[in-house]
């Protein structure tokens, strides 16, 4: 199974660039998540989609926008980049029946850097 | 809003040897999961274990084990017979509506 996949592993931008990180699932979850880990941190909530036409922000939603047109589907976009989004940015997805008691799966993730 | 605190930044432990990892949390809510996940070099994120908040039993999965406090709101983690394998950062999480995490324990194993 191919799980959760992201892409580009790696990416680097000018500061006010704007770019789409990809992320796609083969097990059927309802439930997508984007995070972000910053250096030494753990990781923090941007968006959320429990099924295809439904998001919600996260902790740090600003700077970011997500859709969800199908399942299987979960693009982060960064409209204008900024320094501060320099990060490591993972995808998840968990099970479709309730978010709360199932682990998540998540992608390799994607080594974001905005110069 | 529900925070997850790891008072540990970083942790060492002898191979074969016994450690425990500490992570607190603070929430309203009755009905919760508490999971750890391991983040090794290669950034994948990999559940180890998690508890439900209704169960009193602690959750074990092989070498790995829970001391879960609801009360004191604690969920530490006890890794026994530690292997060099083990080496990576630990995360503690809390799950209602979404997943919030802690910032991460360093785990070192020294041979």
């Known amino acids: 199974n191919a799980g959760v996949t992201q892409t580009p592993k790696f990416r680097i931008l000018k500061i006010g660039q704007s770019m789409t990180l990809q992320c796609t699932q083969d097990?059927?979850?309802?439930?997508m998540y984007w995070y972000r880990q910053d250096p030494g941190m753990g990781l923090k909530l941007i968006y959320y989609?429990?099924?295809?036409?439904?998001?919600d922000k996260g902790e740090v939603p600003n700077g970011y926008n997500v859709s969800r047109s199908t399942t299987e589907d979960f693009p982060l976009r960064l409209e204008l980049a900024a320094p501060s989004q320099t990060s490591v940015y993972f995808c998840a997805s968990s099970y479709p029946r309730t978010a709360s008691n199932q682990p998540q799966h998540f992608g390799d993730g994607t080594r974001l850097s905005i110069l | 809003a529900q925070t997850v605190t790891q008072s540990q930044p970083e942790m060492s432990v002898q191979e074969a040897e016994t450690v425990t990892l500490s992570c607190t949390y603070d929430?309203?809510?009755?009905?919760?999961?508490l999971f750890w996940y391991k983040q090794p070099p290669s950034r994948q994120m990999i559940l180890v274990i998690r508890q439900e908040a209704y169960k009193q039993q602690n959750a074990t999965e092989n070498r790995f084990s829970v001391n879960f406090q609801k009360a004191a709101k604690s969920f530490s983690l006890k890794i026994s017979d530690s292997q060099l394998g083990d080496a990576a950062m630990y995360f503690c999480a809390y799950s209602k509506n979404d997943m919030r995490f802690g910032a991460g324990t360093r785990l070192t194993v020294k041979p």
């Open positions: 989609s429990v099924g295809a036409g439904i998001t």
């Open positions: 929430t309203s809510e009755s009905d919760y999961y």
């Open positions: 097990m059927n979850h309802n439930y």
